[in-house]
């Protein structure tokens, strides 16, 4: 809605509010002031505040340099006016702008910030403006230049972040933590002014040997240092200012975090002077102090390495090097680089996961879908209606005693208000019956021979020594087993209570996150952005007496992927036993156990809640899906209508909600009573499948892997880590053959071929992978290095670093499926890409397995830069096979997709990046005076930080700040996926090489591949007895049994085995634009590929479309339906997007627009 007053658009929901807030009056006082110049957010009592300054409509099409210009002193006025209000604020300026790119005619609205700028009274307004506009020119330059020829249009606006700073207080010393006094590795001067900055400065310079840490002992500062214009305690700013007015020092400055661990560098000086410091900045409550750091290798040497001899440090990334040369050719990161200690293993330490959770609640909102009649500002997103929440439902699960069960329902326009205090309460109740330990029961005869036979401990497996005790629940007093006694101790009643909800992270997360920030407590979040969390636990205080309370919210489909309906369909009647519960009544219950039919976009007002009769069939259009629901899918919602005597749309809604709760219980407890059974972990301890199959994986194969603590080791393994292969090769193709109605016989007989490699990733991972005893070779022993000496299932593996020749006779020969693909960015390309191409290699890291097959077929090994050397084992095998057995015997279908998840889910474990980790915190507090363990994340002190990043405000008291890392911790084992991706593309190009190409020669084509898949164009008399007569080669278990192509069902499911996707359908067209945008056309289906776009609207998509875009470069937009949140408000929305173009830049596309070449192909120089 739009307030007319401040001129200001405001969500709905909140607009009833909206006069008594701050930023209403402060955009009326603005308004007042200046034109084009709104207040877009604003927190903390405007604390923090974020304006958006508009072009007027004849400057919407000025450059951006003239923009900033006309607007400059628009901008002065507004910091001149914030530092009326605060001694010193926190700046950055974000610039936002219309692309588009012509070759596609798409149209994209781009953003541009600054980093931020501490700003005083004093500062120099005028070079932080034209260092903002300078940022700006030269980004803008940057991305036309080199992403793809985008083109700027015309400006939208720019945002100006204001945010008050509240520098940590130098002021009197503090005493340095006695883990780091102890290094005697710094000199903390005793200082009692704000000046401790300058006389740790003084105590580098000046070294005594007596009274090191009083002032007395040094100069002053005055007579030694310029300080001119500079503000105490020193901003990043005033360190520059000082290091420029004394031009004979340098600075680095390094932090401590809440463990003691030197985190940053927080400051690093563009030139080390030969007169060089490096400070130590730490805080203690709301102060904070530097001192001098003596001797840097020996403060952090602690943390990075046990390494006795000489070593070089990078200062930068604090990173150990035992020779010079190292030290000189590694590539920093800039940041603190932390890996584990020396011998370091990864295992199954988990144990408490091994116990089912008490009390599980399922939860689910749904919401009116409003009419967004505001202006939409964005030119290519049209937002269209406003998710309006009206009803909840939640489901109290109890494992161990039924009748703790509770369903709880409630319909009103304060039901988030009620959501999150019930939930609360309910918490609160489960928590107290969860902290009410049980003595256990006395022990029968039974369990007494039990425990005393007992030599394992039942919790970790070991063997038992005098440290045996009993085990018993806590909760039953039931008596477990003997145990370990620290087995015993961590085996304890879970501390959260799992709340999910599926598809929490897109939707309903969004819906009452704002109003669990009111209550009082920490939310820990694990975030994707800014706005979107994989998951996040609030934390409630109770009894002192006790830990705090902690409420964490799981989303059930990071674990399953797939609609509530799928899932549904894919249990039998016996696994709904919370549903049956409820509905008792057998005719009741059959019709609740599918998903209901609900009107979703129909019921857009409270008004339609009264309606007494179910709404007409063409009322439940699903704009998202695209699609009206079926005439049997109306009849049942008739049906369901009638026999539970619905009286109105409300009561209907209560019944949707109601199934819907119940069965996603039902369908997350058959997972867990699966995972239990199985591999004796719950999954409600886990926030996605990748963390809970790793687990898995560990505890069932007992494996302990090394963790490299080498840099070089893992940054060459790193450098490896490429992904898989997608290209489109040859762009369209037309199959003719007896099998199909139109064959022509005077022409060559050919057929269209997809296959699919079973599992591949699981397939790979049954190989022998790394596992411990890492090194680099020594010289003499990669003199004596022989490739093709070495078995396959070596006990030792190799990893090398090598210069390959790409000969020019092998180019036509390999130019639909280079070797050793490589990430790089196209010539006029905007990204880099895996590319597979035909250029020499230089530093190329590869595994010895696919280096083989490498050179086998031509490339020439002209280098050995370096070998690392590894002991491998088949570990993963054994957890692999079983999952595979599993799946082959499983009765379900829930149970086969399941096993094929654990399976798919461990390969995304194994190049886990840390790097791409984002810090994220979720704010509630301006500061907090009560404060003294410094635990409270606060804005004032996160703000005051270095390393922010960027703010996103949700309301008055709630935000998000993001900070860049202090430091990286890298203990992941990315050798494993390493190696995994390794042997995924040796067995691809094995396949095709050694068994397509050697069979069909160039009478086959590849058309197109992606990681593990093969589309062939292949000229033969008849595909399907050559494949028959290949059988083993193959898994043919989804062709018919009457097939006319007389095949066996053979193999099923087999990893590493190839299968006609499409089970005999006999493919008639394909046609290819780029990778994930693909069509092929077949006797009874068609399958559509445009990675981005919707389902529903790929699947609209005819093959006439992609020929019109291939052959006639017709580009292809459409409005993509989506549901999107803005700070934490859902809407449905509108967006215009090119779906189809013919633009691929991962090869050289031929004037035909079919053939293509791959980069580096002698014929093609470039």
Request: proline share 4%.
């Amino acid at each position: 809605m739009y307030c007319d007053k401040c001129k200001t658009e405001i969500p709905k929901p909140e607009f009833r509010y909206h006069k008594r807030t701050n930023i209403h009056k402060s955009n009326c006082l603005i308004k007042s002031k200046f034109e084009h110049i709104d207040i877009i957010a604003t927190a903390f009592k405007n604390r923090i505040m974020t304006y958006r300054l508009n072009p007027s409509i004849e400057d919407e099409y000025l450059l951006p340099e003239a923009f900033l210009d006309g607007k400059r002193d628009d901008v002065y006025k507004l910091i001149e006016l914030s530092l009326l209000k605060h001694t010193c604020i926190k700046v950055n300026f974000e610039l936002f702008a219309y692309f588009v790119l012509p070759k596609s005619g798409e149209q994209q609205l781009k953003s541009f910030n600054t980093k931020y700028e501490v700003i005083y009274k004093s500062t120099d307004f005028d070079q932080i403006y034209l260092n903002m506009r300078e940022t700006f020119k030269m980004k803008l330059t940057e991305f036309e230049h080199c992403e793809s020829g985008w083109s700027f249009t015309s400006l939208s606006h720019l945002e100006i972040n204001i945010n008050k700073y509240s520098p940590m207080r130098g002021g009197s010393y503090i005493e340095l933590p006695v883990v780091i006094k102890n290094t005697k590795s710094c000199i903390n001067v005793y200082n009692n002014d704000e000046y401790c900055f300058l006389w740790s400065i003084l105590a580098g310079l000046f070294p005594v040997k007596n009274n090191v840490c009083r002032t007395s002992s040094y100069p002053h500062f005055n007579s030694i240092f310029n300080i001119k214009g500079m503000s105490f305690p020193p901003s990043a700013k005033d360190i520059r200012l000082f290091e420029k007015n004394n031009s004979n020092l340098s600075i680095n400055i390094y932090g401590l975090d809440q463990h003691y661990t030197v985190t940053g560098p927080l400051y690093v000086t563009n030139f080390k002077k030969d007169k060089h410091i490096n400070l130590l900045y730490f805080e203690k409550n709301d102060r904070a102090h530097y001192c001098l750091i003596k001797d840097l290798l020996r403060l952090v040497r602690r943390q990075v390495s046990r390494h006795k001899g000489r070593m070089y440090l990078c200062e930068t990334c604090l990173q150990f090097f035992t020779s010079e040369m190292k030290f000189h050719s590694h590539a920093c990161s800039k940041i603190i680089t932390l890996l584990p200690d020396k011998n370091s293993t990864l295992q199954f330490k988990h144990f408490e996961r091994q116990q089912k959770i008490n009390f599980v609640i399922y939860a689910d909102f749904e919401s009116l879908l409003c009419n967004y009649d505001e202006e939409n500002t964005n030119k290519n997103t049209i937002k269209n209606k406003l998710h309006l929440p009206s009803c909840f439902a939640y489901y109290v699960c109890c494992s161990h005693d039924t009748s703790l069960n509770k369903f709880v329902t409630y319909t009103g326009t304060d039901c988030v208000q009620v959501f999150v205090k019930k939930l609360i309460e309910e918490t609160k109740s489960i928590h107290k019956v969860l902290i009410t330990k049980k003595a256990m029961k006395p022990m029968t005869p039974e369990q007494m021979n039990n425990y005393r036979s007992a030599s394992r401990c039942h919790i970790c497996k070991n063997l038992l020594f005098d440290d045996k005790v009993q085990d018993h629940d806590h909760i039953t007093s039931e008596y477990r087993g003997a145990a370990h006694s620290h087995c015993n101790l961590i085996y304890k009643v879970c501390p959260f209570i799992p709340v999910i909800f599926h598809n929490l992270s897109g939707y309903d997360s969004h819906i009452f996150i704002k109003e669990l920030s009111k209550y009082d407590g920490e939310i820990k979040i694990i975030p994707k952005t800014k706005e979107k969390y994989l998951s996040f636990t609030k934390i409630i205080e109770t009894d002192k007496c006790y830990k705090p309370l902690q409420i964490k919210f799981i989303d059930s489909f990071q674990f399953l992927s797939t609609s509530l309906d799928n899932l549904s369909k894919s249990l039998t009647d016996s696994d709904f036993l919370n549903l049956k519960s409820h509905f008792p009544d057998d005719k009741k219950f059959e019709l609740i156990r599918r998903k209901g039919i609900y009107p979703y976009e129909y019921i857009d007002s409270w008004q339609k809640y009264n309606e007494t009769q179910l709404p007409p069939k063409h009322c439940f259009y699903n704009s998202l899906q695209m699609k009206h629901i079926t005439d049997s899918e109306y009849e049942h919602a008739q049906t369901v209508w009638n026999y539970f005597n619905i009286s109105s749309l409300g009561e209907y809604t209560d019944l949707y909600l109601k199934s819907d709760v119940l069965l996603l219980c039902d369908i997350f407890e058959n997972f867990r009573k699966i995972c239990l059974q199985h591999y004796n972990l719950d999954p409600a301890h886990y926030v996605s499948s990748p963390g809970l199959s790793w687990d898995a994986m560990l505890l069932y194969t007992g494996v302990q892997l090394e963790l490299i603590h080498d840099l070089e080791i893992y940054k060459m393994i790193e450098k490896g880590i490429r992904g898989g292969l997608a290209q489109c090769s040859h762009r369209y193709a037309k199959a003719n053959n007896i099998y199909l109605p139109h064959f022509d016989d005077s022409r060559p007989s050919s057929y269209l071929v997809y296959l699919d490699c079973n599992n591949l990733y699981g397939y790979a991972m049954t190989k022998k992978l790394p596992i411990s005893d890492f090194k680099f070779m020594t010289s003499f022993e990669m003199a004596n290095f022989c490739l093709f000496d070495i078995p396959d299932d070596a006990e030792y593996g190799y990893i090398l670093e090598v210069d390959m020749m790409y000969p020019d006779n092998l180019h036509n020969l390999h130019k639909d499926l280079p070797f050793a693909p490589e990430k790089f960015i196209p010539i006029g390309g905007k990204t880099e890409k895996l590319i597979a191409n035909l250029y020499d290699k230089y530093n190329y890291v590869i595994h010895y397995i696919y280096l083989k097959e490498c050179i086998r077929h031509g490339l020439i090994l002209k280098k050995i830069h370096r070998i690392l050397q590894f002991k491998q084992e088949n570990f993963l095998k054994k957890y692999i096979d079983l999952n595979t057995q599993l799946r082959q015997s499983a009765k379900t279908s829930f149970e086969r997709d399941f096993f094929k998840l654990l399976n798919n889910s461990i390969f995304g474990k194994t190049i886990e990046n840390k790097r791409k980790q984002v810090d994220v915190k979720l704010v509630t507090k301006w500061n907090d005076n009560k404060n003294r363990t410094n635990k409270t994340l606060c804005a004032e002190k996160l703000i005051a930080k270095p390393n922010l990043k960027s703010i996103s405000v949700f309301s008055e008291d709630f935000l998000a700040i993001q900070l860049d890392p202090e430091k990286l911790v890298l203990d992941r084992p990315i050798y494993v996926g390493f190696a995994v991706l390794e042997y995924a593309k040796q067995h691809m190009y094995n396949f095709h090489y050694d068994f397509i190409k050697k069979k069909y020669g160039d009478n086959a084509k590849l058309c197109y591949t992606d990681t593990d898949s093969l589309l062939y164009l292949i000229h033969t008399q008849n595909f399907y007895k050559d494949l028959n007569d290949n059988i083993l080669k193959f898994d043919t278990s989804n062709f018919d049994i009457n097939n006319p192509y007389c095949i066996r069902k053979l193999n099923d499911k087999i990893p590493g085995l190839f299968k006609d996707e499409l089970g005999g359908d006999v493919i008639t067209e394909f046609i290819g634009l780029r990778a994930k945008l693909y069509c092929i056309k077949s006797l009874k289906t068609q399958i559509n590929k445009a990675k981005g776009v919707s389902r529903p609207i790929t699947k609209s998509l005819k093959i006439s479309n992609y020929k019109k875009v291939l052959f006639k470069n017709i580009t292809f937009k459409c409005k993509m339906n989506m549901i999107k949140s803005s700070k934490h408000v859902l809407y449905s929305q509108a967006v215009n997007k090119v779906i189809l173009n013919r633009i691929d830049d991962k090869r050289l596309v031929q004037p035909n627009q079919i053939d293509t070449l791959p980069w580096g192909h002698c014929d093609y120089i470039c």
